[in-house]
Each structure stands twice: as structure tokens, then as C-alpha cells.
């Protein structure tokens, strides 16, 4: 149990950080009043969801404790959401627009197979897994440096 804390920890912070990228999604927002804060208030929502999902890679990456579980509860109500405004029409110039929950879709669906792909080769031979967990230390330190950057960006 000691030994899986920390991957447990970090995995709480990805969850954290990739929470916006749910509030983003579920439900689009009326560019009537002002767009230009509209996209502002996501594209700040997107940076932070972004570093949520490059975390969630590095948990693959090092096969972190927790990371099936955080995997789950990002990707499947992202991939829920983008699916089900693809079938509902909205009134008046919204965003994300149709064509937008097309292009998070589809990469969504990509990073949760990017991800299965890294956690099968991760049970593999020796080899590949050793390469796949110096990948993620070699991340790690970017993944941290932009952590500090977005704290910076917003205090």
C-alpha cells in the first residue's frame, strides 16, 4: 500500500486537473452575449483539461496505481457527452459547435486507444516497458514545468 500512495496521488491531481474538460462538454455555451468570453473562459478550461490528459498519459506511461480508474472517469463521460451532442441539435450559435464535438470525439476515442495501446505494451516484455517508464520520467519534468506555468497564469 505505501508503494501505491503516491500513484494514487498523482492520479487524484490528473482527475482534478482533467475535471474541467467534463464541465466544458456537458453543456455548450450561447455565444450571443459575448463571445469573446465565452472563448476565453475555455480555452483557460482547455489548457488545464490539457495537462489533466498529459498527466493521465504519464500514469500510463509509468503505470501508476489508480490509472484505470482515473482513465474511466475522464474518457467515458467525455466521449458520453461528445456522443450525445452529436444527436441533439442546439438552438442559436453555440460552442462547441457540431463540427467541434466531431473533432473531440474522434480524438478522444484516439488518446483512450493510445492509452490501451501503452497499457498493453506496458504488460509486455521487459524491454518496451522500461522504455515506456523512462518516457514518462523524461516527461514528468515538462508536465511539472507547465503546472507551474498555468499556477502562474492564473495568480
Known amino acids: 500500500m505505501p ?22 462538454l456537458a453543456q455548450p455555451r450561447s455565444l450571443e452575449p459575448s463571445p469573446d468570453l465565452v472563448y476565453l473562459d475555455q480555452l483557460f478550461a482547455l489548457l ?9 498519459l504519464i500514469a500510463f506511461l509509468l503505470q501508476l496505481a489508480g490509472r484505470i480508474l482515473v482513465a474511466s472517469a475522464l474518457l467515458v463521460p467525455a466521449i458520453a457527452l461528445c456522443a450525445w451532442h452529436l444527436t441533439h441539435t442546439h438552438l442559436g450559435p453555440v460552442s462547441p459547435t457540431t ?11 484516439t488518446y483512450a ?14 524491454g518496451p516497458r522500461t522504455a515506456l517508464r523512462y518516457l514518462g520520467f523524461a516527461l514528468l519534468l ?11 497564469l492564473y495568480y
Open 142 to 152: 515538462p508536465w511539472c514545468l507547465g503546472l507551474l506555468y498555468l499556477g502562474r
Open 48 to 56: 488545464i483539461a490539457s495537462a489533466g490528459l498529459a498527466g493521465l
Open 99 to 109: 463540427e467541434q464535438y466531431e473533432w473531440l470525439l474522434a480524438g478522444l476515442a
Open 3 to 24: 508503494r501505491a500512495l503516491p500513484g494514487w496521488l498523482f492520479c487524484l491531481i490528473v482527475l482534478l486537473l482533467g475535471a474541467p474538460l467534463l464541465r466544458l
Open 113 to 126: 486507444l493510445v492509452l490501451a495501446g501503452v497499457n498493453w505494451l506496458n504488460r509486455g516484455e521487459s
